[in-house]
């Protein structure tokens, strides 16, 4: 059974860090692309972050560049996101989850989420 | 690109027809555009992808159809858990979502 469970999260400080993980089971994941969305309190869902197999590639959502790192540990199955310069508005529920890139680009598994609070 | 869903909330009824609208700023490939449900409290779950393939364990009263810059979701018979949110997707853009509540 394909399973991605995040870890980590929290109350922060603005200009704070805070470091999200996700363990991936159930699939070969050093196979896969891997993703992180994010959704505000009472918000729709916004793209954070994605990165290739071998961790080669990364991109970002214009709001995140410079403060947020995407990284991955195949050997662990695990995928990371470490947050700094944190502001009120990276508060969210963060969701980690497996992304299809070919033949079609979608995200197929999503983990519970972890909720995120930047607030002093 | 924008991905806009009109309206932003449905109110119907147990039984009826929900068409659910996804149109893109600009045209897309229908390879690259899915559906998601999320419910209160829950991850969103993927419902259709490449605009009309169901996903595993997605009952077929469940269907995507478009192209170009316009796309819908249609769930034929409203049951009482398919009230939630809907959201469309193309790459790494999101719609807003439409909210399917009970009239």
């Known amino acids: 059974e394909v399973q991605v469970v995040e870890s980590g999260g929290g109350l922060v400080q603005p200009g704070g860090s805070l470091t999200l993980s996700c363990a991936a089971s159930g699939f070969t994941f050093s196979t896969c692309w891997m993703s992180w969305v994010r959704q505000a309190p009472g918000k729709g869902l916004e793209w954070v972050a994605e990165?290739?197999?071998?961790?080669?590639?990364?991109y970002y959502v214009d709001s995140v560049k410079g403060r947020f790192t995407i990284s991955r540990d195949n050997a662990e199955n695990s995928l990371y996101l470490q947050m700094s310069s944190l502001r009120a508005e990276d508060t969210a529920v963060y969701y980690c989850?497996?992304?299809?890139?070919?033949?079609?680009?979608?995200?197929?598994?999503w983990g519970q989420g972890r909720l995120v609070t930047v607030s002093s | 690109i924008v991905l806009t869903q009109p309206p932003g909330t449905l109110s119907l009824s147990p039984g009826e027809r929900a068409s659910l609208s996804c149109r893109a700023s600009?045209?897309?490939?229908?390879?690259?555009l899915a559906w998601y449900q999320q419910k209160p409290g829950q991850a969103p779950r993927l419902l259709i992808y490449?605009?009309?393939s169901r996903a595993t364990g997605i009952a077929d009263r469940f269907s995507g159809s478009g192209s170009g810059t316009d796309f819908t979701l249609t769930i034929s018979r409203l049951e009482p858990e398919d009230f939630a949110v809907y959201y469309c997707?193309?790459?790494?853009?999101f719609g807003q979502g439409t909210k399917v509540e009970i009239k």
């Open positions: 997707q193309y790459r790494e853009t």
């Open positions: 600009q045209s897309v490939s229908s390879s690259d």
């Open positions: 490449g605009a009309s």
């Open positions: 990165i290739k197999e071998d961790g080669s590639v990364k």
């Open positions: 989850a497996r992304v299809v890139v070919t033949p079609t680009f979608h995200f197929d598994y």
